[in-house]
């Protein structure tokens, strides 16, 4: 089960589509809350959830305080969940979805965001995860925070110019960047 873990939405139950997405544990988004919380405010950020599956990591930033948050999902049949986890959380004015790809989205001059969450399925390449970075650079705003999700065997990130890595965690499976503008 995965559910909104504190904020308005706290205790809310999210749908996961079938055989698409591998949602990020309660534990690893409460842990990535805590991370963030150390270092910035959530108030009114502009938030960008990248290869959302479920919306978990945008709706849970929205929860916290977060302005608005697009979260982008090629998959339709995890889109429509994710549209039906912004209705169970009544956040419509606050969170939407775009089913699109990552390229494409980052391609169509996005932003600027202040928080982007890029949690890509693990399989994907470190290169496609590194070009996604270097097209996210020109829409992120000053001050941004980028957190990415990887499999724990995963190559190494290189980070583009604009961005620097601050922290990296291992909880299990999962490693976790966190890198600043």
Known sequence: MTRIIAGEFR???LGVPADTTRPTSDRV???VFSMLGARL?????RVADLYAGTGALGLEAVSRGAASAVLVEADRRAAKVIRDNIAT??????????DRSVESFLSA???PFDLVFIDPPYDLATDDVDTVLRLLVPSLSDDAWVLV????RSVPISWPD???EVSSKKYGDSVVFLAAT
């Open 11 to 13: 205790g809310r139950r």
């Open 29 to 31: 988004r409460e842990a």
């Open 41 to 45: 405010d959530l108030d009114g950020l």
């Open 89 to 98: 959380c009544r956040a419509g004015g606050r969170a939407r979805v775009v």
């Open 109 to 111: 001059s996005a932003g």
């Open 149 to 152: 999700e990887r499999g724990a």
């Open 162 to 164: 604009g961005l620097d």
